[in-house]
């Protein structure tokens, strides 16, 4: 018979995400992934059919294949369609933004134009703080608020970098562009930094190779129609279902 799993108490209720405690397995946590989707800081709310279901399925295919790679991460099954067993970290209040293609709110801060495909992606750290709306931060600002170390800085971008050399010819192996994404780590009771969160078309901007078509967030963000047919659609390319 299947293990059960008891959920003890909610520990943490996001914008996309619950986690929760569970009987009998210290140092472990069950991921519930919502149908419920936002933007803009959670000004623009709605749900996304299946949303919960497809992003569990996507993360758990992901993180299985960035650990086969070697980058250590905090999944450790799929338990149900949308719950996942995790390990529990604590997370390191930065959100890391590698940028592939010029999108997003790079347009603003840059004069390149959309779909512009940079020579070098480009790394930025976000101060994870929704009282503030995850303000863009420097080295110095992380160091100085002592929410990181130099050297955790340092393990943090090169951990993105190594997930964006491996993720970039995987999405495009299924004719999708990673055009920017963001990741979330952690540190396990050792103090090892190590992936955590989701990636998802919540977290991914990812376009058509050929079309440009936007298939992630961006269609729910913007009005733009068909959001849960993106989403089907990417989960039939990487999935094959």
């Known amino acids: 018979m ?3 799993y008891t959920k003890i108490k909610k520990i943490y ?9 569970l009987k009998g397995h210290r140092g472990l946590l069950l991921q ?3 149908d419920d989707a936002t933007a803009f800081n959670a ?3 709605g749900k996304i059919q299946n949303k919960g279901i497809i992003n569990c399925e996507l993360t758990a295919f992901i993180f299985t294949y960035l650990a086969k790679k070697g ?3 905090h999944f450790v099954k799929q338990i ?3 719950e996942m067993l995790i390990k529990q970290l604590k997370i390191v209040p930065i959100e890391v933004v590698i940028r592939n293609i010029a999108a997003g709110s790079l347009l603003k801060k840059t004069k390149f134009k959309e779909g512009h495909e940079l020579s070098k992606p480009i790394v930025e750290f976000y101060y994870k703080d929704d009282s503030l709306g995850d303000p863009m931060i420097s080295d110095s600002h992380a160091l100085a608020m002592k929410i990181a170390t130099e050297k955790d800085l340092k393990t943090l971008k090169q951990m993105a ?3 964006n050399s491996l993720l970039k010819p995987f999405f495009r192996k299924r004719e999708l562009k990673l055009v920017d994404f963001k990741l979330e780590f952690g540190k396990d009771s050792t103090g090892k930094i190590m992936l955590g969160d989701e990636i998802t ?6 376009w058509d190779v050929k079309t440009n078509k936007k298939l992630d967030k961006d269609r729910f963000r913007f009005d733009l129609g068909g959001v849960n047919e993106a989403y089907a659609e990417v989960r039939k390319r990487i999935l094959g279902k």
């Open 80 to 82: 149900n369609e949308n």
């Open 161 to 163: 970098e190594k997930i």
């Open 32 to 34: 519930e992934f919502k």
């Open 43 to 45: 000004l623009k709310k």
């Open 13 to 21: 209720e996001g914008k996309a995400k619950k986690l929760y405690t």
């Open 201 to 206: 078309p919540d977290t991914c901007r990812l």
């Open 71 to 73: 980058v250590k991460n």
């Open 2 to 4: 299947p293990e059960k």
